[in-house]
């Protein structure tokens, strides 16, 4: 499986939004711990003493047991720290040449640090976790079965080339390469020296993007790369909801989009009474009948379409009371022969 290929849906000039490569090192893991024990630890704790000895007294009594509860909150914050920090360590080992500047000096100069760290580990856990299974399960499910269909009856050395643009921490990649395909993962972080960069025109027999197309600040663009890179009859299947939330994907987006909804929340309100709120993209939004039809006359013949394959959390705390879905949208359309 290929990794990280800058822009490998792009022709010339850049197609998806770009940032420059951060290093999460061990001052950014810190900041998370210090943030989370700070707003979710150190003021519930507080609140406790607070109380007089008999509620705290009552309180600390099963099935209650609230100060244990706070400390396994701690604990938590703390084994999240300690696993993010081994995930650094061994990364920094094999990217060295790219978290360093011309003078081989660590870049550590991120906005919203712990805001990275948090987000991450809320991939790791939809991505990789037995509790994620629930989130990802339908949608791998749909797409490696969408895949199996249209290639049938090929041979094993007609190995079909597969695109997956926004690939995140690469669990759709994994699932597809361990069905047989071969596999690039893309992302949108620039790493590679664009001289070198070798043509992508009709290079993939399919692109598969999951909750990914409503990050466009034009959708259009995304399809005009997928058309370029997609062999003729090469096929596009997608499934996600349509949120169009480009700017607050993640914490690249003011600490909006991937991270809790707290965290989020803080986001919007200070966006909204500032100067920022004017900075915001202009961006061009489609309902799912619309987005079908602008794949047809751009010359993609829509062979599935089904609005609603089901419903699916992102990063949903399944032991939670609320429980906040998605509508999937689903649909295969091919190029065009």
Same mark, same amino acid.
């Given at each position: 499986m290929t990794v990280f290929k800058n822009n490998t849906m792009a022709k010339p000039g850049p197609v998806f939004s770009e940032i420059s490569f951060k290093h999460v090192s061990?001052?950014? @893991?810190?900041?998370?711990r210090t943030s989370n024990e700070e707003e979710f630890?150190?003021? *519930? $704790? *507080?609140h406790f003493l607070s109380l007089p000895p008999d509620p705290q007294e009552?309180?600390?009594q099963q099935p209650i047991s609230c100060v244990e509860n706070i400390k396994r909150v701690g604990a938590a914050v703390y084994e999240n720290s300690r696993l993010a920090l081994s995930i650094a360590d061994y990364g920094s080992g094999l990217l060295s040449c790219l978290t360093t500047d011309k003078g081989g000096r660590p870049h550590t100069n991120i906005e919203n640090e712990d805001a990275i760290v948090r987000s991450t580990l809320r991939q790791l856990y939809r991505d990789f976790s037995? /509790? %994620?299974s629930q989130e990802r399960g339908l949608c791998h499910k749909t797409i490696i079965q969408d895949l199996a269909r249209v290639f049938?009856?090929?041979t094993v050395e007609e190995r079909q080339r597969i695109l997956v643009p926004g690939a995140g921490l690469l669990r759709l990649p994994l699932s597809l390469q361990l069905a047989g395909y071969e596999v690039e993962a893309n992302e949108h972080e620039r790493l590679y020296c664009r @001289? $070198?960069?070798?043509?992508? !025109? !009709?290079?993939? /027999?399919?692109v598969t993007t999951l909750f990914f197309i409503d990050t466009a600040r034009n959708l259009l663009d995304? @399809?005009?790369?997928? !058309?370029?890179c997609l062999k003729p009859g090469g096929i596009w299947i997608n499934i996600g909801p349509l949120l169009w939330n480009c700017y607050e994907n993640g914490p690249a987006g003011r600490q909006e989009g991937d991270v809790d909804d707290d965290l989020s929340c803080k986001a919007r309100h200070r966006l909204d009474s500032s100067d920022l709120k004017d900075s915001r993209p202009q961006m061009l939004e489609f309902s799912n009948d619309e987005v079908l039809c602008v794949l047809e006359y751009f010359g993609f013949v829509v062979e599935v379409q089904n609005p609603d394959i089901?419903?699916?959390?992102? @990063?949903?705390?399944? *032991? %939670?009371?609320l429980q906040n879905t998605y509508q999937l949208s689903h649909w295969v359309a091919r190029k065009e022969l």
């Open positions: 061990e001052k950014e @893991i810190r900041a998370y630890v150190s003021p *519930r $704790l *507080r009552a309180l600390c037995q /509790d %994620g049938a009856g090929r @001289i $070198l960069k070798p043509s992508y !025109n !009709n290079a993939f /027999d399919a995304y @399809i005009t790369a997928v !058309n370029h089901g419903r699916a959390g992102f @990063i949903a705390n399944p *032991r %939670g009371m």
